[in-house]
């Protein structure tokens, strides 16, 4: 049987094509970037005209993470006028939803080896571990500021308490935590959520510490609590 006379190799292509893209869209991210800064200025770079609202400092470097990969934008500095740029900010909502997906992925459950993939597949480059971590501390510290924030609705006539189990991962070992969870009823009938903190397990101690924290937090005007029958809860 006759060998192959030409050979492809795919991967090699793809890459090559790949690259094609990437290089494509960083080239037009920047002449776009030149065409704004023209329509700023109200004149081409080295023009000399009556019209020109200001003038060119040079340009400054800024990454950008796309679907074909990361592109290097040369953002124009200009003088004695402001550039803001549709570009940037088109990117920066974009790059904000990047965030916001791999926070959510990884609050999830996903493991970070796996958002490392799913980034890759759907973005074109690999989130380093470090990233996602970095993305994890600006999460932990919104949802402790949502937390510990004061109830400034005022009175709850309604409260309804109980204790949620789930799974918690100790040096690699895993043993069921109780999640204290308050969700109240204000006075103008709408639920919101007071509160959730971590019980270890449902003891008096455990809800004692839940109540006295809600109630350092602002809870105030409660007629009913609603829960089960825990005994911890009870003698709380």
């Known amino acids: 049987m006759p060998e192959k006379i030409v050979q492809l190799n795919e991967e090699v292509i ?67 006028i402001s550039f803001e740029t549709a570009i940037i900010e088109r990117y920066r909502r974009r790059e904000s939803s990047v965030e ?14 796996r958002v490392e993939d799913i980034t890759e597949a759907l973005w074109g480059s690999r989130v380093s571990p470090s990233t996602i971590s970095e993305l994890n501390k600006k999460a932990y510290v919104h949802i402790e500021n949502w937390r510990n924030r004061p109830l400034q609705g005022g009175r709850y ?31 103008d009938g709408y639920r919101e959520v007071l509160g959730a ?17 809600l109630r350092g937090r602002g809870l105030n005007g409660v007629k009913l609590i609603v829960g089960d029958k825990c005994l911890g809860m009870l003698e709380a």
């Not at 916001?100 to 080896?113: K, P, Q, T, W």
């Not at 189990?165 to 009823?185: C, D, F, H, Q």
């Open 157 to 187: 006539p309604y409260v309804y308490v109980d204790g949620i189990y789930l799974r918690r991962n100790w040096g690699g070992e895993y043993e069921n935590v109780a999640i204290l969870v308050a969700i109240a009823v204000n006075e």
């Open 100 to 113: 916001e997906a791999l926070i959510e992925m990884y609050l999830a459950g996903v493991s970070v080896r």
């Open 14 to 80: 793809k890459g090559q094509i790949k690259e094609l893209v990437r290089g494509s869209v960083e080239e037009t991210l920047n002449e776009l970037l030149e065409t704004e800064a023209e329509k700023l200025t109200q004149a081409a770079r080295y023009e000399r005209s009556d019209e020109r609202q200001g003038y060119r400092g040079g340009h400054y470097s800024r990454n950008l993470t796309t679907t074909s990969g990361d592109v290097t934008l040369k953002v124009p500095k200009l003088k004695g």
């Open 197 to 213: 903190a971590e019980g270890m397990k449902e003891d008096k101690a455990s809800w004692v510490s839940f109540f006295e924290w």
